[in-house]
């Protein structure tokens, strides 16, 4: 059999924390988060984090049908995770400007984000390079028999240096 069955990786648990821009990041994985960090709380493991990317691709054909070249533009990456619980940071997320006593038109916030995924003393995170915007990815229903969830789906924005995560992780992940 080719291959080595300790790459595979089963992340067992995660988390996604949320900052302000002007958040400081972790210096090592070792570290901890900053107190300027909140976390999002209980998320969805059978959801897990999803990444997306989409970007416009367009072939060039020379005269016979040949395949001359592919351009590529307008690269964008998203990352969706599911919050399981109600609390301040969701509720800013779900309705960023809005109080207790009033919802206001939400209009997302720019904000550093974190993703973190854990087995045994294997971790991994990536944080946000420059920010990102999260917005509500679907229907959120409150009902008698499910938990109440609300998707998230977080756009990732890069540095003008074209970097969209700084990657922190142990051996192995």
Do not use: C
């Not at 988390?15 to 570290?31: F, M, Q, R, S």
């Not at 001359?68 to 964008?76: P, W």
């Not at 045994?120 to 390079?129: G, P, V």
């Not at 509500?136 to 028999?145: A, S």
């Amino acid at each position: 059999m080719a291959g080595d069955p300790t790459n595979a990786a089963l992340w067992t648990d995660a988390d996604v924390y949320v900052g302000p821009l002007t958040a400081v990041n972790p210096a090592t994985i070792d570290d901890p988060f900053p107190s300027e960090w909140d976390l999002v709380g209980l998320l969805d493991g059978d959801d897990g984090f999803t990444e997306s990317r989409d970007e416009d691709v367009d072939d060039k054909y020379a005269w016979g049908g040949i395949l001359v070249r592919t351009s590529r533009a307008h690269f964008k990456l998203t990352k969706s995770f599911t919050a399981l619980e109600d609390n301040a940071t969701t509720r800013d997320l779900l309705w960023p400007g809005s109080t207790d006593s009033q919802i206001i038109v939400p209009r997302p916030a720019q904000v550093k984000m974190a993703f973190e995924v854990r087995e045994d003393d294997k971790i991994k995170r990536l944080i946000t390079a420059q920010y990102a915007e999260v917005t509500v990815d679907g229907d959120i229903t409150e009902n008698e028999t499910d938990l109440a969830t609300a998707k998230f789906v977080a756009t990732i924005f890069p540095t003008s240096g074209k970097v969209l995560f700084i990657r922190q992780f142990t051996a192995g992940a």
